[in-house]
């Protein structure tokens, strides 16, 4: 080879050598890039993900808190429960309970507490997220919530599983498990507590065993105990580095006395009540206005108040609300009133309706709505499973599948709730009920209360006691004998609605005295009625409900007269006074008369028809239509007319 080609050769590795390194360097550059590029997007999935989860940590820590706080306040409740001891403006849920001589204990175990904390928790975080506004430029897909509560002796957790897809462009991330941790001692003063109830049920706490349990406890706990009365004990626990105070009260019988108010309704004493009290929904928006100033009142709140003194004054105990679920809204609607009457004192029943216009269908949104309904309203322990299919055209079949799915959602949530089936309209409707029944019963589906409505006309009050035969017989026939029989829709009218004959304020007195008459003795224990006129019910001017309120409220045919009690109302209050307390009566066959009986063996009568009534006490009183009383001097002998009467010894 020459040298010329030698160099050539030289030159030309030399250049291939140069390129190969300027390869290898610039590929190595590349991949740098690369590198920081993975790098940064990496870093800014970080940066949000942190971000999300300290913002869902954030709404979840105040409402933990909030939950905390109330089971402090109510003694393991989250509300103030139905039996409750009111002191100084604070009320103090019974937690032990003596009734009748039997020892109840009330105190929630705390896989309850911290499932009810849970719930809480749940319900009031997707407000506060708000769908993640906070974070506008990346897509968040959410799966099913859930959470978990673990009390502690000085501390909370709550564990929340709230499946989150966080997308932006081609880049996903995922989130689902957020916690806080709350330093509160509740495990502890719970614990003390449950140590507390549990002496009160096997036996009164005395001086020395009070002093010994205080003693236990430490110095750096507080208990105060005060006894109020011979029955009544309220006490509250706190640790002195703590910002709450644990809560609640028992009640002991008085040896010879009577048995204190219970939770659930005694099934062999007459009740009374009011439906929708409050309810305003129903009116435009200008006629409300129009109805809050005709009243005097600032606000539906108020006005609520003021139906519901209405109420007690007319010794009721009970106010049936229905929850409605319009399609437009998908959500139950109306529910602050439930909580202004129940706060007068008033035992709430809810009527749960369908979606409008879904023809009974049950949406999974729908049940969850129902669920979360019932953990609202903590306190309602009687729950009617739709009103009045019988009048809306779905079939037997269409309305026992609905009443399976919801009813099992309310006992899910509140396992010691009633459930009342039917809100039957009229005797006509005993079919479609039979056949309902019977179909429960082959799925071993159980009810409490068996319930139908009775809106009179003219003249039909003695339909009230034919409906109620035809429904205890149906009963009868279908072995649910042993269910509660309420009437929670019932009345007639006063004036002259469009399509009705005329009636007077007497004619809707005389129907509530042989109603009530023929209903208590036909083994109903509750009635409830309308209590103040309803202008332009469901829109109809001139209306049957226009006119079956106790209660004139201004409008149409009653301008001039707002507020004005009719003596309906009158008669409502008499005779709800009267049959407080009675557990039995007799019927003296041939004739309307029925004697009323009271656990204290004092008694009534109420009478109509015809013929004499001879009656051999000393001395009675004797009411009539118009709510006058006469003393009359016995032995005596009445001479019945179709204008019934009470009458009762003095």
Known sequence: MKRGQATIFIILGIVIFVIVIFLVLLSMASQEDETKLDIQQSAIESDVLNSVESFVEDCMEPIGWEAINLSYQYGGYLYRDVTYLEYRN???????????????????????????????????????????????????EKGSVSAEVDIKPEKVYIFLNYPLNISKDDRLSSLSNFSVVYDVKLGEVYNIAKEIVLEELKDELDGNEWREL???????????????????????????????EFRFACKKPVEGGQPGETRIKSADEPEFGFLNLGDLSYLSDSEKTQRLNNFGVNSEK???EYEANLAKLANAKWVRVDFEYPSRVGEFVDLGRVGWVHDKGLNVIGTIHPETGINWDRSPKYLEDVGKLVRIFDYIGYWQIGDEPDKVGISADEYVDYFVEVSDVVKGECENCKILLGGASDKSSVGFYEEVLVKLNGLGKEFDIFDYHFWSKKGDEMLAEESAIAYFDMLNRTDNLRRDFWVTEMGTYSGEPTGYSSQTEEDQARFFIK????????????????????????????????HTGLVYDGFGESIGKLGVKKKSYDMFRILADKFTDVNRYDKIPGFTRYKFIKKNDDYFYIAWGSGGFTLGENQIRMIGVDGVEYLMDG????????????????
């Open 90 to 140: 604070i009320s103090y849920n019974y937690l032990c309970y003596s009734d009748g001589g039997e020892s109840l204990n009330y105190f929630k175990p705390k896989e309850v507490l911290e499932r009810n904390i849970g719930k809480y928790v749940i319900d009031g975080i997707n407000k506060c997220i708000d769908d993640f506004d906070s974070f506008p430029n990346f897509n968040f």
């Open 214 to 244: 205080r003693n236990d406890v430490g110095y750096f706990t507080r208990l105060q105990r005060d006894t109020l009365s011979d029955v009544d004990r309220r006490y509250n626990i706190s640790i002195f580095d703590d910002a709450f």
């Open 302 to 304: 108020e006005y609520a």
């Open 515 to 546: 109603v009530f008459a023929l209903l208590f003795s036909n083994k109903v224990d509750l009635v409830v009625s309308d209590l103040v006129e309803n202008y332009k019910f469901e829109g109809v001017s001139n209306g049957y409900f226009d």
């Open 635 to 650: 032995p005596i002998t009445i001479q019945l007319t179709d204008d019934p009467v009470v009458i009762e010894p003095v």
